[in-house]
């Protein structure tokens, strides 16, 4: 099929590579991998430069989710670093307040923040250098100062906006730290976050535990109460990560593994078990043909993002509190049902959704020379969480208890010491038993769908991975929070016959700007011929509507 030019932000290296919605952190990463580090120290550092530089999407207030790949044990292994609600958490105290949702921003919708608690455990197994080497970049970042880009300015004004709308006096800290000079940033002004600096340097020196166990966690015990969360000193010493299982399906013979519960990993492989029962779009040179297959498919997913959503807001949620029908939601049968309620000549109306729309999060990815590989995403969620920030930590606080529900019978509701539903899911694709493909997305309810949308590319179109995840893109979401996700967001490089197409089959159909970043940014490393450690080689590319390049050596 002949496909339209695209940037391509792709790298090959024979040693190693990184990925991730920033150059400062990719060279980051890279400079572990190059001093000797493992996959999962290059992670890390990664991860801590991306605190600083994108700390609108993610941070140390945040949660993550693992998949990583042991060369050594050939195992993959996940590991669950979100947070859970405050031991005396109760949705019926808050309905007797008067509350029918969980607030989208304060101290009632934060969760404990459990990234820097995974840090250290996935260290604590699969790294080789000390923590201080693997904080250095971020630290030295967080102090020295990083040029502002577009996407850090435009994040600041527009919640900024909100905050003082929202938050109005409980919002100071935030402006404290990000909006000092009560202007807008200026492009390439140089922005320092002295405070978040002086907090890695404690975690370097004392121990990941430092926010949990030490001076760090009492003071962020202070500071949460007087936002008016619940959680306290004993829900951050309380804090464990979990190992776990990952979950996998295969699409037309390739291994596509996930994270389980309470991670969105299902979703995609949900969405992936649907369209697999279809045919893949037909090569064909340009014209009617080509359009016709391509609004096809279009259609289809965007159909069948609709029917897995809808499972994601009935059954996901803490797998401690409620066990998701897996078994029935990955079966390959159960997806040729769900598919049979497609209506191929026009879409259907969804049901409402069950939470709220939107997110913001940021993917990495790690391959390191031995073949230990990961996928991990990481996020405050909506664009710097909860709005709530301690000028004196520097830390943000991520607003994932926003997800919970306060309807005792539905299975994510609120409750004492829980993990919420997460849109997060990092992913693998595996070939012949080993990685192919380290890949992942941001984006909140778009993850999936852009997981989807790219793998297909790969599978069904045999393109080149700098195409596929730079390749036009669609998803289908509410147009506000617990509206039925029934607006298709879709970016104007598809051209106006298929946008019109997909009008005329009853999609609400909203283009875009070309290269959207609220499209979702989509990134990976793809292992050629076994990649360094059998004599092979890699391939990085990063998404063009993010701030990323890809690094390899």
Not at 12 to 30: E, F, I, K, N, Y
Not at 341 to 346: E, G, Q, T
Not at 383 to 399: C, E, K, L, R, W
Not at 510 to 537: N, V, Y
Request: aromatic share 6%.
């Amino acid at each position: 099929m002949s496909r339209p030019l695209v940037p391509a932000f792709l790298a090959r290296g024979a040693h190693g590579a990184v990925v991730a919605p920033h150059h400062l952190a990719s060279a980051a990463g890279l400079g572990i991998l190059r001093a000797g580090g493992s996959a999962v120290d290059a992670a890390i550092a990664t991860n801590a430069v991306l605190a600083v530089v994108d700390s609108q999407a993610c941070g140390i207030g945040g949660d993550a989710f693992w998949l990583i790949w042991d060369a050594a044990g050939r195992r993959q292994l996940g590991l669950n670093g979100s947070g859970r609600s405050a031991r005396t958490a109760s949705a019926a105290a808050l309905r007797a307040r008067g509350l029918r949702t969980m607030p989208a921003r304060g101290g009632l919708s934060i969760t404990v923040p459990g990234a820097v608690r995974s840090w250290g455990d996935a260290h604590d197994r699969f790294g080789r250098l000390p923590r201080a080497t693997l904080l250095a970049p971020a630290i030295e970042i967080a102090r020295d100062g990083f040029p502002a880009d577009d996407a850090f300015c435009h994040a600041i004004e527009v919640n900024g906006l909100l905050f003082e709308r929202e938050l109005g006096a409980r919002g100071a800290g935030w402006t404290a730290v990000y909006r000092s000079a009560r202007r807008p940033w200026h492009l390439g002004e140089r922005v320092r976050l002295p405070a978040l600096a002086a907090t890695l340097e404690r975690i370097a020196a004392n121990g990941w535990a430092e926010p949990y166990e030490g001076a760090t966690a009492d003071r962020q015990a202070t500071v949460l109460a007087a936002s008016g969360s619940a959680i306290g000193l004993e829900d951050l010493r309380s804090h464990r990560s979990t190992w776990t299982e990952p979950i996998a399906t295969t699409y037309r013979g390739v291994r596509v593994t996930g994270h389980p519960p309470n991670s969105s990993g299902f979703v995609a492989l949900e969405l992936l078990n649907i369209l697999e029962t279809f045919d893949p779009p037909a090569a064909a040179e340009p014209g009617p043909a080509a359009l016709s297959e391509r609004l096809r498919w279009a259609h289809l997913g965007i159909e069948a993002s609709k029917l897995a959503m809808a499972d994601r807001d009935a059954h996901l949620t803490d797998p401690e509190h409620y066990r998701a029908p897996l078994e029935r939601l990955l079966d390959k049968a159960y997806a040729r049902d769900l598919a049979r309620m497609i209506d191929p000549s026009r879409a259907a109306q969804p049901p409402a959704a069950g939470v709220p729309r939107g997110g913001g999060t940021v993917w990495l990815g790690v391959v390191d020379g031995d073949g230990n590989a990961v996928s991990l995403i990481q996020s405050n969620y909506a664009g710097f969480g909860s709005g709530i920030v301690d000028p004196q930590t520097g830390i943000a606080y991520q607003n994932r208890g926003s997800y919970f529900g306060l309807d005792e019978d539905h299975p994510n509701v609120l409750a004492p010491a829980k993990r919420t539903l997460h849109t997060l899911m990092p992913g693998m694709l595996f070939r012949a038993g080993r990685p192919w493909l380290i890949l992942g997305s941001m984006g909140g309810d778009a993850q999936p769908q852009v997981h989807a949308q790219v793998v297909s590319a790969l599978v069904d179109g045999g393109v080149d991975v700098a195409s596929a995840v730079a390749d036009p893109r669609w998803f289908v979401e509410p147009d506000e929070h617990f509206a039925p996700p029934d607006t298709v967001r879709i970016e104007p490089r598809f051209g106006p016959e298929l946008l019109g197409g997909l009008t005329a089959l009853g999609h609400e159909v909203t283009p875009t700007e070309p290269f959207d970043g609220a499209l979702g940014h989509c990134h990976a490393i793809e292992i050629i011929a076994g990649g360094p450690a059998r004599g092979g080689s890699l391939a990085a590319a990063t998404d063009p509507r993010s701030q990323g390049l890809p690094a390899t050596w």
